[in-house]
């Protein structure tokens, strides 16, 4: 439906345009909210880019490039086992708890799956019998769920996670320890470094 507006000459739709009065310059009703809209929209792509690139956990990513980068070459240079390293570094990351006490836990199931382990790839020397594998598997198997009632073995996956690390380097334990513990404190610095870099984003470059 056509209307005429009082008097400024202009014939149209309904909506069509704002009159802001008599002989004045007329414009599309709704460029205000247009005009807004299209900041609100520029400034989430701004967070969301800033959160993408400069966020918490891409802060850790690249911490964790850095360091994964590092081991890798060193343990090219001295012949140490860079999987077992990374594996430790898990350990520290799922075990959820940070700092002195995420070094702590990862370092003790780690342990105790070693432990477990080594006692089984042992007796199934000596124990040269026909089931004896399926036998020692479910024992420490069971052993290791068991043991999660003491406080500080609770992180049953990080006791399996020493558990098959040792088997896989059948119980070399001169390989699998320091690369695992060194392993578990590369977690450890990765988590501080990205977490102190995201800190000083936030703190300077908060806008």
């Not at 990862?106 to 080594?118: D, M, T």
């Not at 052993?143 to 049953?156: D, P």
């Not at 098959?164 to 988590?191: H, Q, Y």
Request: hydrophobic share 45%; glycine share 14%; net charge positive.
């Amino acid at each position: 439906m056509l209307f005429c507006n009082g008097g400024s000459g202009y014939l149209g739709f309904p909506g069509d345009l704002t009159l802001i009065g008599k002989n004045t310059a007329v414009r599309p009703a709704g460029t205000g909210c247009r005009e807004k809209n299209r900041q609100k929209g520029i400034m989430r792509l701004r967070y969301k880019m800033k959160k993408l690139f400069l966020g918490q956990l891409s802060c850790l990513g690249a911490a964790m490039a850095l360091y994964a980068g590092l081991w890798t070459m060193l343990c090219e240079q001295i012949g140490m086992v860079s999987w077992i390293g990374f594996a430790g570094c898990t350990t520290y990351f799922a075990c959820g708890k940070k700092g002195r006490q995420g070094i702590k836990t990862a370092v003790i199931v780690n342990g105790s799956g070693v432990v477990w382990a080594w006692i089984s790839l042992f007796l199934g020397e000596i124990w040269n019998w026909s089931g004896n594998t399926i036998f020692l598997c479910a024992w420490i198997s069971y052993m290791i769920i068991l043991q999660a009632e003491i406080k500080v073995f609770s992180f049953i996956p990080g006791a399996y996670i020493g558990c098959f690390i040792t088997f896989a380097a059948g119980g070399n334990l001169k390989a699998i320890l320091p690369a695992l513990f060194i392993g578990v404190l590369l977690g450890w610095m990765t988590d501080a470094t990205g977490t102190k870099v995201y800190q000083w984003i936030e703190k300077n470059l908060a806008n």
